[in-house]
């Protein structure tokens, strides 16, 4: 029988210490900042134990390593291939595509709109528009909002 997953939310005033320093030791190991987890154990102060006991189950409830979120327009061709080249734009300055409408076309011309997850280590954002813009068959690409 698999035993039932419960979740709570707490102000971090109600959470243990120890758990509070294996969330700081897992950041401090994603940042690159310690490169063993021995290394970040001793940095934080707590047991190796204690880590590989509680780091599957805490996180902080907002990720700090989130970035900004856009939502883009771009207008083009109703011609097969320039859908997977925005896609691929998109990928290559590594945003992630949280949600994609297209418009049915009309007179050969459709409207895309995404919004799209930019991180931290994303490339310019700018230029991933600018970048789209150079595709074949669009028309434009503008940024409608920014979060």
């Given at each position: 029988?698999s ?14 210490e ?48 989130k ?5 883009l ?51 310019d ?9 150079k ?6 690409a ?6």
């Amino acid at each position: 029988m698999s035993e039932k997953t419960t979740y709570y939310v707490l102000k971090e005033k109600a959470v243990p210490e120890v758990l509070l320093k294996v969330v700081e030791a897992k950041r401090l190991l994603d940042s690159g900042k310690c490169s063993s987890v021995q290394e970040v154990t001793e940095l934080v102060g707590i047991s190796r134990s204690s880590f590989y006991k509680y780091k599957e189950d805490i996180f902080p409830f907002y990720k700090n390593d989130k970035g900004t979120t856009i939502t883009l327009l771009v207008q083009l061709d109703d011609e097969p291939g320039i859908l997977s080249e925005v896609l691929r734009t998109i990928a290559r300055f590594k945003g992630n595509i949280l949600t994609i409408h297209q418009t049915i076309p009309v007179n050969g011309i459709a409207s895309l709109t995404l919004s799209v997850d930019i991180l931290p280590q994303s490339g310019d954002i700018d230029g991933m528009v600018e970048s789209i813009e150079k595709i074949s068959g669009i028309h434009f690409a503008k940024i409608l909002s920014k979060e």
